[in-house]
């Protein structure tokens, strides 16, 4: 019997099934590592979601890693207000929040059930809703700072020196979030990680 045929048999077998092991998990890792949906899928939640909302315009939909919801679809709608509508597999709403109410509890309490303490004037310029023609040169100026593509989000910022903030998904899928002033001019771009 040939015992160097067999050691590398031996040597060669376990290396082939390692490396078919690590191709079949990155593949599965790259297909999972993108949230967003594209195509006809993308269409038919967006539509769902925008109806649920009572009209308006789905700016993200991706798939959701919540309990109970396979999808989630920020819809802006005509008077500028977003809100965020989780979807499950059917395509029922499983929740609706208005954009920035994280807990969906708009009555003033606290998660724990007593009363909150903090102001509830809640006049933050970043609750501002912005007019149509505001919206408009703020995404105009975000979309040319990072060379095109599609505004996720645009709001009022509440910092020091900044008037708009916005979120822009660039023409090769990364996306950004864009500080501009009160003549739109960009102050900052940060590519998100």
Known sequence: MNTTKLR????LLPAIATIAVLGVGATVWTATADDNLEGDARD???????????????????TSDDQGAAYEVEVRREDGTELD????????????????????????????????TEDTDDT??????????????????????????????????????EAYEAEVRDRDGKEWDVALDADFTVLSKTADS
């Open 8 to 11: 590398s048999k031996r040597v």
């Open 124 to 161: 933050d310029a970043d609750d501002r809703v912005l007019g149509d023609a505001e919206r408009a040169d703020a995404e105009q100026a975000a979309l040319a700072a990072v060379g095109g593509g599609t505004v996720l989000q645009v709001e009022a910022s509440d910092d020091a020196g």
């Open 44 to 62: 038919r939640v967006a539509a769902a979601a925008v109806e649920a909302a009572g009209g308006g315009e789905a700016v993200d939909v991706e």
């Open 85 to 116: 509508v989780s979807l499950d597999e059917n395509l029922d709403v499983v929740r609706q929040d208005e954009e920035g109410d994280d807990d969906g509890d708009e009555s003033g309490d606290a998660d724990d059930g007593t009363e909150d």
